[in-house]
Protein backbone atom coordinates (compact mmCIF):
# COMPACT_ATOMS: atom_id res chain seq x y z
CA UNK A 1 0.00 0.00 0.00
CA UNK A 2 1.55 3.12 -1.11
CA UNK A 3 0.23 6.34 0.90
CA UNK A 4 -1.09 8.81 -1.28
CA UNK A 5 1.36 12.15 -3.03
CA UNK A 6 -0.02 15.07 -2.31
CA UNK A 7 0.46 17.88 -5.06
CA UNK A 8 1.31 20.84 -2.55
CA UNK A 9 0.10 23.18 -5.27
CA UNK A 10 -3.84 22.08 -5.35
CA UNK A 11 -6.35 22.88 -2.71
CA UNK A 12 -6.85 18.90 -2.32
CA UNK A 13 -4.46 19.00 0.86
CA UNK A 14 -6.63 17.34 3.78
CA UNK A 15 -4.79 19.41 6.74
CA UNK A 16 -5.81 22.24 4.62
CA UNK A 17 -9.50 21.00 4.04
CA UNK A 18 -9.42 20.20 8.00
CA UNK A 19 -8.39 23.53 8.84
CA UNK A 20 -10.41 25.80 6.81
CA UNK A 21 -13.35 23.79 8.02
CA UNK A 22 -12.62 24.58 11.51
CA UNK A 23 -11.95 28.03 10.80
CA UNK A 24 -15.21 28.06 9.34
CA UNK A 25 -16.74 26.22 11.75
CA UNK A 26 -15.49 28.94 14.51
CA UNK A 27 -16.41 31.64 12.85
CA UNK A 28 -20.24 30.38 13.08
CA UNK A 29 -19.73 29.83 16.70
CA UNK A 30 -17.77 33.42 16.63
CA UNK A 31 -21.00 35.24 15.06
CA UNK A 32 -23.34 32.88 17.56
CA UNK A 33 -21.43 34.79 20.20
CA UNK A 34 -21.72 38.51 19.11
CA UNK A 35 -25.14 38.03 18.59
CA UNK A 36 -25.72 36.95 21.97
CA UNK A 37 -23.35 39.86 22.99
CA UNK A 38 -25.53 42.24 20.91
CA UNK A 39 -28.81 40.67 22.54
CA UNK A 40 -27.78 41.03 26.10
CA UNK A 41 -26.78 44.77 25.03
CA UNK A 42 -29.97 45.19 24.00
CA UNK A 43 -32.01 43.76 26.62
CA UNK A 44 -29.63 45.65 28.98
CA UNK A 45 -30.29 48.38 27.29
CA UNK A 46 -34.15 47.84 27.69
CA UNK A 47 -33.99 47.37 31.39
CA UNK A 48 -32.39 50.31 31.86
CA UNK A 49 -34.98 52.27 29.88
CA UNK A 50 -37.00 50.67 32.10
CA UNK A 51 -35.79 51.62 35.27
CA UNK A 52 -34.91 55.25 34.37
CA UNK A 53 -39.17 55.59 33.53
CA UNK A 54 -39.66 53.90 36.67
CA UNK A 55 -37.90 56.26 38.53
CA UNK A 56 -39.34 59.30 37.26
CA UNK A 57 -42.55 58.09 37.59
CA UNK A 58 -42.05 57.29 40.89
CA UNK A 59 -40.06 61.06 41.82
CA UNK A 60 -43.61 62.40 40.37
CA UNK A 61 -45.67 60.94 43.04
CA UNK A 62 -43.14 61.69 45.45
CA UNK A 63 -43.61 65.52 43.89
CA UNK A 64 -46.95 65.04 43.97
CA UNK A 65 -47.48 63.97 47.25
CA UNK A 66 -44.82 66.73 48.73
CA UNK A 67 -47.30 69.40 46.77
CA UNK A 68 -50.40 68.54 48.67
CA UNK A 69 -48.60 67.96 51.63
CA UNK A 70 -46.90 71.62 51.42
CA UNK A 71 -50.25 73.00 49.90
CA UNK A 72 -52.14 70.91 53.02
CA UNK A 73 -49.51 72.36 55.82
CA UNK A 74 -49.79 75.88 53.92
CA UNK A 75 -53.68 75.82 54.44
CA UNK A 76 -53.42 75.21 58.16
CA UNK A 77 -51.72 78.36 58.64
Given at each position: ????????????D???????????????????????????????????????????R?W??????????????????
Amino acid sequence: MNPTVIDPTTDTDPMTAILSNGSQSMLIYENLARERMREAEQAADHARLVRRLNTARRWERFSAWAARRAQRASDLL
